[in-house]
């Protein structure tokens, strides 16, 4: 009987304990009611809304752990990274694909330059405050689809940035959880510090929603990289595309022939960036007659990468030295190589250079002609190689989901997927291959 009467006390305890939460609870017991309110006679009642928050999360809690109550490589996870994962698939309901997608990529263990995983840095990313009018949900969802997958990762609709995009595909692809860190960093702290130890402000022409159906992260990523790899000395504007001083583009004038950038300097007669730069024109602006300056004068306008620009960006996003190796000009478009070594011997070498990068796992930068004739000057264009064998060079086109082998005046290629993945024989890369960027073994 004594046993009965103790295991009785002990049920009633224990049902006081799991009772729910319902209004009408008094003041003792008001700990319970995280914002609640006492009414006019002290009756405590919880907040609306902070009762419909709860319905919320745990209705999310519920539709993550049936997506991966079955899952292999999410119950083989450290309990404590499940409970990260958990808690950001509560919080963020839009991006429970995405997280499990990175869950099935394997890399939610993925770790940073200095110890610290993928899943570490997106929950700073959910605790922390992003800029005014950026998407914080969307933003999450877009950066960890490009990491888990990067071949969503696109240039964009009418982007001339396909060497951002390039570089941002091998930043996903090959250095995870340092390109996570990197956008996390950008949003909530309005700077990162690169692999390579130098700082990357955020470009706040990258916040505003350009409709070019690109990541929100990646509008932010691509417009900073592209800052940073101006050096700082001029600007970058996503909304027009092009680099120049201060982000302002006035205008385009020709100097020589060559199409020039042409920016407007509002304080001085000469350009402090570049004090040797001559004035090219004047432009009546606003009613206003204004001195237009040339960035450089050997260099034509562009929205993409400089073969430098580059060659710092990847510096950046490895840690390492890396060198630009391409060919050198003679009289406009003939090449050196061209003339003095058979196309059988510059095959197998560009091929040999290139797998010595991909067998260490490195994906390769590389820039070619991508006209019709391989011998045309009228377009460059960034790619990454992956794989080369037999006699198929393996690329991504950071056009994405929009490569569909068509287009008038550009290569004849096979598309593999629809992200961008292309072949084409070697011998036809071999006579398009303008540059590429090998990654040294030392770290800076």
């Known amino acids: 009987m004594k046993i009965q009467r103790q295991s009785q006390t002990n049920q009633v305890r224990s049902t006081t304990r799991l009772e729910p939460v319902k209004p009408g609870k008094t003041p003792e017991t008001k700990d319970r009611y995280e914002g609640a309110s006492p009414t006019s006679s002290g009756i405590y009642k919880p907040d609306p809304a902070l009762l419909a928050a709860s319905a919320r999360q745990q209705k999310s809690q519920s539709e993550w752990k049936k997506r991966v109550e079955c899952n292999v490589r999410y119950s083989d996870l450290a309990p404590e990274k499940r409970a990260q994962l958990d808690k950001l698939a509560a919080n963020s ?21 200095a110890g610290k995983t993928i899943v570490d840095h997106l929950q700073k990313y959910q605790e922390s ?54 956008n996390v960093e950008l949003l909530t702290q309005g700077k990162t510090v690169m692999a390579n130890g130098e700082t990357m402000p955020l470009n706040p022409t990258g916040l505003v929603n350009d409709g070019s159906n690109r990541g929100s992260h990646s509008i932010v ?5 592209s800052d940073y790899a101006n050096g700082h ?38 350009d402090p960036a570049h004090p040797t730069g001559e004035p090219t024109t004047t432009l009546v602006i606003d009613g206003k007659t204004r001195t237009v300056y040339t960035r450089s004068i050997d260099e034509p306008q ?25 060919k050198k000009t003679v009289s406009g478009s003939q090449w050196i190589d061209d003339l003095l070594v058979p196309d059988s011997m510059k095959q197998r070498q560009l091929a040999n250079d290139l797998n010595a990068s991909l067998e260490k796992g490195e994906t390769v930068y590389v820039a070619v002609s991508w006209d019709k004739d391989p011998k045309g000057s009228n377009s460059r264009h960034a790619l990454a190689v992956e794989k080369i064998e037999n006699g198929k ?44 960027m090998l990654i040294q073994s030392n770290e800076r």
């Open 233 to 270: 000395t001029i600007g970058y504007d996503n909304g027009s595309q092009f680099h120049g001083r201060s982000g302002e583009r006035i205008a385009s004038t020709t100097l020589n022939g060559e199409p020039l950038n042409c920016y407007a300097d509002k304080l001085k007669d000469v």
């Open 393 to 436: 060079v393996y690329l991504r086109n950071p056009w994405g989901d929009a490569e569909d082998g068509l287009g008038e005046g550009t290569p004849e290629r096979t598309v593999l997927d629809k992200q961008g993945r292309i072949t084409m024989s070697l011998e036809d890369f071999q006579k398009r291959y303008q540059a590429r």
């Open 93 to 113: 309901p839009g991006a429970q694909e995405a997280l499990l997608k990175l869950v099935n990529s394997g890399k939610v263990d993925a770790k940073d330059k």
């Open 129 to 182: 405050k992003v800029p005014d009018g950026f998407d914080k949900e969307k933003g999450l969802r877009d950066l960890v689809t490009a990491v888990a997958d990067p071949g969503t990762i696109r240039q964009g609709d009418n982007r001339s940035a396909c060497a951002q995009t390039a570089v941002e595909y091998i930043a996903a692809k090959d250095h995870p959880a340092d390109y996570v860190r990197n």
């Open 221 to 225: 990523y691509q417009a900073s990289l």
């Open 302 to 326: 562009h929205g993409g990468f400089t073969d430098e620009q580059a060659q710092k960006a990847m510096n950046a996003i490895s840690g390492k030295e890396t060198l630009i190796e391409g």
